[in-house]
Structures are given as structure tokens and as C-alpha cells.
């Protein structure tokens, strides 16, 4: 399995980024894909996830409403459209994808993106 993060980069609070994360190597039928996020000095948290098959979403409380978790199953592709940033979205984003369940901590999933930084000025 490869996922291949990208979309990053350097905004002003009130900006909008959209993060993709293309999966390659299987069929993702059975997969959640998920996207977590990590500031310096502290642990990497749980963003937002969503199933390849499905329609439910997930977030964390201090995304919802301004992050939405989507994906295009035809380029096995997962995005995260991420609005009214914030100077503490500030982290590097990393997708991940596990089988199964839904998880929200970082070491149940089992496949990682190389991640990709966010830097959100105020």
C-alpha cells in the first residue's frame, strides 16, 4: 500500500486549503481512510475519516464544520478540504488507511502517507 499526500502549504487564518491523499497497491473496498495531524511537541491526533465504501464521515470537535472529509473512488483518492483555518491547524497532515473500523488513534491504522505541512499565520 502507498498513499501519496499532498496540497500543502502556507495561508492566513480565514484561508482554505484542500489536502489529497492518493492510495495505490489494493482494492480499498474494506478501508477507512483517515487523516491525522501532528504540531511540533505534540501528538499526533486524529483530523477527520471516512470509509471507502459508504458514506458516513468522522471528525474531530475541533474540525467540525470547518473541515469536510470527501473521496473520489474512481482515482482512489481521499480529500480534505479544510476551511477558515485557524493558526492552530498548523501541523503536518498525514493520511493513513486501516481496515475495518473506524479508529481515532493514530497507532490502529496501518499505512502511512509521507505527510504534508500546514502553516496557517494569523
Known amino acids: 500500500v502507498q498513499l501519496q499526500a499532498s496540497g500543502g502549504g502556507l495561508v492566513q487564518a480565514g484561508d482554505s486549503l484542500r489536502l489529497s491523499c492518493a492510495a495505490s497497491?489494493?482494492?480499498?473496498?474494506?478501508?477507512?481512510m483517515g487523516w491525522f495531524r501532528q504540531a511540533p511537541g505534540k501528538e499526533r491526533e486524529f483530523v477527520a475519516a471516512i470509509r471507502w465504501s459508504g458514506i458516513r464521515t468522522y471528525y474531530a470537535d475541533s474540525v467540525k464544520g470547518r473541515f469536510t472529509i470527501s473521496r473520489d473512488n474512481s482515482k482512489n483518492t481521499v480529500y480534505l478540504q479544510m476551511n477558515s483555518l485557524k493558526p492552530e491547524d498548523t501541523a503536518v497532515y498525514y493520511c493513513?488507511?486501516?481496515?475495518?473500523?473506524?479508529?481515532?488513534?493514530?497507532?490502529?491504522?496501518?499505512?502511512w502517507g509521507q505527510g504534508t505541512q500546514v502553516t496557517v499565520s494569523s
Open positions: 497497491g489494493r482494492t480499498f473496498s474494506s478501508y477507512v
Open positions: 493513513a488507511t486501516k481496515q475495518g473500523s473506524i479508529e481515532y488513534y493514530a497507532h490502529e491504522y496501518e499505512y
